[in-house]
């Protein structure tokens, strides 16, 4: 039963995202919102969206382990995996050099992270301060794309009927919180029955659950040879992740830190973090041999982890 409930829990994370993601940019066309600013916080934040409600879950549940593995786990299988994965299927070349703001930025998140995993536990006031540094990303995001006159005209979106455009939403809603409970209850009770934490839960199968959107963009995007989406769609995912998920989550109920996270895994998260930017920012490419190395170091980091 527990691995029936992380299948439909992994299932209705993936469609809920979706669907929300289609109604919510095709609502915004309709609506004339700005492209941009539906691309910055509608797709950015509805990607994120598993994780967030995963994480605000397993902290009321009484598992801060899996809350805060869910987060730094899907930050290294989103750079890891995602990108070595992305690769392998078709080298990764010639994305905008404005994405080095955003490198820096991700870099930046780790390590405000890692000092934040030195205590015991993630306060409510810290979690704010996440969220404050997630509102000023958005707006520097948003004043430098508005300066550098870049639109997101390219957002894929699609000509739907009002009726159409809310039940996506609603449904794609309702579809996330279900699964959100039940990956929650499946990966919980199973951890109890293997003997491991919650962490280690949350750090793996909760983790690549929960990234499974992102991982769906990037293999087409690299089927596609589209650089910048993979590109983009990674390094604003582990923001997000870092600045809203543990920022909201903190905010609304602190989160304690196991010793693991200091010592190992977002150490991990910052190490990945690190060797990104410096590829974003140094090199042009990420060819076979390079995601071939990648994935084989997140084999090594789960194999640890197991």
């Not at 029936?4 to 209705?12: K, S």
């Not at 579809?175 to 959100?180: E, K």
């Amino acid at each position: 039963m527990d691995y029936i409930l992380i299948g439909v829990g992994l299932a209705g994370l993936y469609f809920g995202a979706e669907w929300l993601v289609r109604g919510s940019v095709a609502t915004a066309y309709r609506l004339g919102i700005s492209p941009l600013i539906a691309s910055l916080v509608i797709v950015g934040f509805g990607t994120s969206l598993p994780e967030l409600l995963v994480s605000l879950r397993a902290a009321f549940s009484g598992a801060p382990g899996l809350a805060l593995g869910n987060v730094v786990g899907s930050n290294i299988a989103n750079i890891l995996l995602i990108v070595g994965l992305s690769a392998v299927i078709f080298p990764i070349a010639g994305w905008s050099k404005s994405v080095r703001r955003d490198a820096v930025v991700l870099v930046i998140s780790a390590v405000v992270l890692l000092l934040l995993v030195q205590a015991e536990v993630i306060s409510r006031i810290s979690g704010l301060a996440l969220l404050g540094m997630l509102a000023l990303y958005l707006g520097l995001t948003y004043y430098k794309a508005r300066a550098e006159n870049h639109s997101a005209d390219d957002l894929p979106h699609e000509q739907l009927s009002p009726l159409a455009m809310t039940l996506l939403i609603i449904g794609g809603l309702v579809t996330l919180l279900i699964g959100a409970e039940a990956l929650i209850r499946g990966a919980t009770t199973l951890a109890r029955e293997l003997g491991v934490s919650d962490a280690v839960i949350g750090l793996t199968v909760v983790a690549i659950g929960t990234s499974l959107p992102e991982l769906a963009t990037a293999i087409v995007a690299a089927m596609k040879r589209h650089s910048d989406v993979t590109i983009g769609n990674v390094t604003g995912s582990c923001i997000f992740n870092t600045f809203c998920i543990v920022g909201a989550t903190a905010a609304i109920k602190p989160l304690p830190v196991a010793p693991g996270f200091a010592r190992i895994d977002v150490p991990m998260m910052l190490a990945a973090s690190v060797f990104f930017a410096a590829m974003l920012i140094f090199t042009r490419k990420f060819n076979r041999a390079t995601g071939a190395v990648m994935l084989g170091i997140y084999a090594f980091y789960i194999g640890v982890l197991v």
